[in-house]
């Protein structure tokens, strides 16, 4: 992984389309535009974004450190997934964190987990964009195990932060976001 999606691979993955605004379901108002790939290599679901962000970046946790919970104040993504949604029972789901210089965190299903996790972030010169490259693991010992898995449930939600404040003005997702990704209805 090197932060850059030119590689043959990316371009047989299936694209992320028609990203919109949470709750508004409205295209980005900020510019935030985002691309997007996926595809299952192995027991990884790899995923590739380009983040547009024409208003800058604003992400403090460099990739080497295990961060805490204020990496949701940053400019990053959220990955969620998890097996599809059985009536009646509770959704249980995966999710990851990574922010715009390559810091990730593992919650709920995944909590603090860091092993099999591959991460690159690169961000552009001007510092108006940056692409992730993320394999996540479908099994991670005594934590989850998806291997078996033939659909899953999968939302990313783009929280681009300019500066150091507690909402980002945009809350932006692969598909409808209502709230939060982490409802089953926004996944």
């Known amino acids: ?12 993955a299936a694209k992320l389309t028609g990203w919109t605004q949470a709750d508004l379901l409205l295209p980005t108002a900020e510019g935030n535009e985002t ?8 027991n990884h679901l790899v995923i590739g974004l380009v983040c547009e962000q024409p208003n800058g970046i604003w992400a403090q946790t460099p990739a080497d450190v295990h961060t ?8 990053g993504c959220e990955f969620f ?16 964190i990574v922010n715009a210089l390559g810091a990730f965190r593992g919650f709920n299903k995944a909590q603090d987990n860091r092993k099999d996790v591959h991460c690159a972030v690169k961000q552009a010169d001007d ?7 993320v394999a996540l693991p479908l099994k991670v010992d005594g934590l989850y195990d998806y291997t078996d898995g033939r659909a899953f449930t999968f939302n990313v939600m783009r929280n681009p932060f300019y500066g150091n404040t507690f909402n980002s003005k945009e809350r932006i997702g692969w598909a409808p976001i209502f709230f939060t990704a982490g409802r089953p209805e926004s996944r």
């Open 1 to 12: 992984f090197d932060g850059d999606l030119s590689d043959a691979a990316w371009k047989e």
């Open 35 to 42: 691309e997007g790939r996926i595809m299952r290599v192995g």
């Open 68 to 75: 805490g919970t204020r990496i949701w104040r940053e400019a």
């Open 81 to 96: 997934f998890g097996p599809p949604v059985k009536a009646g029972e509770e959704q249980e789901f995966i999710q990851y």
């Open 127 to 133: 510092g108006k964009s940056y692409t992730i490259e």
